[in-house]
T-cell receptor
Framework: AQRVTQPEKLLSVFKGAPVELKCNYS??????LFWYVQYSRQRLQLLLR??SRESIKGFTADLNKGETSFHLKKPFAQEEDSAMYYC???????????FGKGTKLSVKP | DSGVTQTPKHLITATGQRVTLRCSPRSGDLSVYWYQQSLDQGLQFLIQ???????AKGNILERFSAQQFPDLHSELNLSSLELGDSALYFCASSVADSNQPQHFGDGTRLSIL
């Protein structure tokens, strides 16, 4: 079964500090990985997908197939980045996503 | 606004009851997904429909069922409700049935008393 691991439940940093939210996955095919963000129990919003190689709100994520990782990074955290972040690889041949437990990012002033 | 509409926003009911949650996908999206988010279990995939047909099943209980109608809206039926079914239920939609970003609705918050 496909799995995703987000090892940190909570990550607390100060404003302006670099942030890295870790994600490791197990997937046998060629993965299409996503990061979603959820502010205060609102709906999940797509933050970025690896295939587009975009930078959204200053966040980037690089797929490392050798380490099966897709860590999310931002060089300078902002208070408005405080939210839950979910890494989501595909669930298999179907379209559903497998969500990790999520990492709560708290950016302190 | 994601374009995915879920109703109702909140639902309060008692154990043993049955409820129906409704989802309208984004215009043009053929796939609908249902997820359950609870404090202890996190986000769990329940079921997926693509163009009216069931495509994938996750951790969906036998007491739960869903369907997607010809106009592509979907309903999730929860019956014989238990206290542990209290959760936020999200619907998401995507254009195709795999490897596409999913767009989430605002969720239905279900509280079982």
């Amino acid at each position: 079964a496909q799995r995703v691991t987000q090892p940190e439940k909570l990550l607390s940093v100060f404003k302006g500090a670099p942030v890295e939210l870790k994600c490791n996955y197990s997937y046998s095919g060629s993965p299409e990985l996503f990061w979603y963000v959820q502010y205060s129990r609102q709906r999940l919003q797509l933050l970025l997908r690896h295939i587009s190689r975009e930078s959204i709100k200053g966040f980037t994520a690089d797929l490392n197939k050798g380490e099966t990782s897709f860590h999310l990074k931002k060089p300078f955290a902002q208070e408005e980045d405080s939210a839950m972040y979910y890494c989501a690889p595909p669930g298999g041949s179907q379209g559903n996503l497998i969500f990790g437990k999520g990492t709560k990012l708290s950016v302190k002033p | 606004d994601s374009g995915v509409t879920q109703t109702p926003k909140h639902l309060i009911t008692a154990t043993g009851q049955r409820v129906t949650l409704r989802c309208s996908p984004r215009s043009g999206d053929l796939s609908v997904y249902w997820y359950q988010q609870s404090l202890d279990q996190g986000l769990q995939f329940l079921i997926q429909y693509y163009n009216g047909e069931e495509r994938a099943k996750g951790n969906i209980l036998e007491r739960f069922s869903a369907q997607q109608f010809p106009d592509l809206h979907s309903e999730l039926n929860l019956s014989s409700l238990e206290l542990g079914d209290s959760a936020l239920y999200f619907c998401a939609s995507s254009v195709a049935d795999s490897n596409q970003p999913q767009h989430f609705g605002d969720g239905t918050r279900l509280s079982i008393l």
